[in-house]
């Protein structure tokens, strides 16, 4: 015997399809900002090359400090105390133009990175986890030539920082910040940041630099909207040690 279903069976299923209880769909907003400095900012200051200069020129501006119209960049905004699932992803991280770039890189427990080589010279990639006094080294990588790629054979299994240096070119340094949980961001040329998918709920937004220190603020997320959180910061402010974690 063929099975018909009735108009009420059908209505009922659509009910069910169409009219499940939004409890179980996650509430969420985002979060967007600006990081700014206030005062005065020096000129980057300028790094003399010891070595390979046909490649990597005579001078080089350190990128610890980058400032455009007083928007910071590679600020690293992150929600504290809020778990949430991670989608694991590969990160690149470039030496170009006989630089690390980005010079601070925002990733997350599970990431996988890969480094490469933009420039036609050697690189030695060394990434250090540091462990309060302590440091371990997670990655040490040989780049001999242009174009070559590596890749972490492991994805990255704690939260912390990596500091990243190239042991080829001793000015060259870099920071990797790990966290634990998909909130966070890294600021952009202009110094602005977005966070996406946040849960509903007031939370706490802090902003990391590893010169100018760290501010924090609350802020208030609803279901599908868009909230702002700015920060500025002093021109006169320094951190106390530039590997102090975020």
């Known amino acids: 015997m063929k099975f018909q279903p009735s108009t009420k ?12 209880p939004t409890s179980a769909v996650s509430q969420t ?21 010891t070595k390979n200069q046909d490649v990597c020129g005579e001078m080089i501006a350190a990128r610890e400090v ?15 105390g809020v778990p949430g699932a991670i989608v694991p ?3 690149l991280l470039s030496n170009s133009e006989c630089q690390f770039n980005p010079p601070v890189m925002a990733v997350a ?3 996988t990175l890969a480094v490469d080589n933009q420039d036609d010279v050697l690189h030695n990639t060394h990434l250090n986890l540091l462990r309060g006094k302590r440091s371990r080294a997670v990655g040490n990588w ?22 990243v240096k190239c042991d080829a070119h001793s000015w060259m340094h870099g920071k990797i910040v790990i966290f634990d949980h998909p909130y966070f961001s890294s600021t952009d040329s ?22 100018f220190g760290e501010l924090e603020q609350d802020v208030t997320v609803s279901e599908g909207v868009t909230s702002s959180a700015d920060f500025v910061f002093s021109a006169t402010s320094r951190a ?7």
């Open 66 to 80: 980058l400032v455009v119209k007083g928007g910071v960049a590679f600020a690293i905004a992150s929600i504290e």
């Open 190 to 211: 202009s110094g602005g940041y977005r966070i996406d998918g946040v849960p509903v709920g007031t939370h706490t937004i802090k902003i990391w630099h590893e010169v």
């Open 142 to 163: 040989a780049l001999s030539r242009k174009g070559v790629t590596v890749r972490a054979v492991r994805p990255l299994r704690r939260a912390g920082m990596i500091d």
């Open 109 to 111: 427990v599970g990431d």
């Open 9 to 20: 069976f059908i209505a009922g299923m659509l009910a069910a399809v169409f009219l499940a």
């Open 240 to 246: 106390g040690k530039q590997d102090q974690n975020p």
């Open 89 to 91: 992803t590969e990160r």
């Open 29 to 49: 907003g985002t979060i967007v900002g600006t990081v700014r400095i206030e005062g005065a900012v020096h000129a980057p200051r300028l790094i003399t090359v």
